[in-house]
Nanobody
Framework: QVQLVESGGGLVQPGDSLTLTCTASGFNLDYYAIGWFRQVPGKDREGVACISSRDRITHYTDSVKGRFTISRDNDNFNIYLLMNSLKSDDSAVYYC?????????????????WGLGTQVTVSS
């Protein structure tokens, strides 16, 4: 059974950096695309970044380009989201999601498996 667990969230100040980790268990990640999404109360879940399974091609939403970096370490079953120059608008619950597919999209409907999320709060 696929299980995704996020970690690394917390309270940081504007301009700080934070790295989120998504740990997968129970399967080989080689053919599994991963996305990071975020959601604030009252708004739809937003695709932030994703990474394809084999070619490791990445996609980012415009608001995080140049600040966030998604990467994966299949051998250790981890997918990371490095977030630099954090802003208050980045505050949200961050989720990782996965799908058995070679490519990735920033569309919530494309993903089958989800973690429970980790809270990121950016505030002075």
């Amino acid at each position: 059974q696929v299980q995704l667990v996020e970690s690394g969230g917390g309270l940081v100040q504007p301009g700080d950096s934070l790295t989120l980790t998504c740990t997968a268990s129970g399967f080989n990640l080689d053919y599994y695309a991963i996305g990071w999404f975020r959601q604030v109360p009252g708004k739809d879940r937003e695709g932030v970044a994703c990474i394809s399974s084999r070619d490791r091609i990445t996609h980012y939403t415009d608001s995080v380009k140049g600040r966030f970096t998604i990467s994966r370490d299949n051998d250790n079953f981890n997918i990371y989201l490095l977030m630099n120059s954090l802003k208050s608008d980045d505050s949200a619950v961050y989720y990782c999601a996965g799908v058995w597919a070679p490519t990735c999209l920033l569309e919530e409907s494309e993903y089958d498996d989800w973690g429970l999320g980790t809270q990121v709060t950016v505030s002075s």
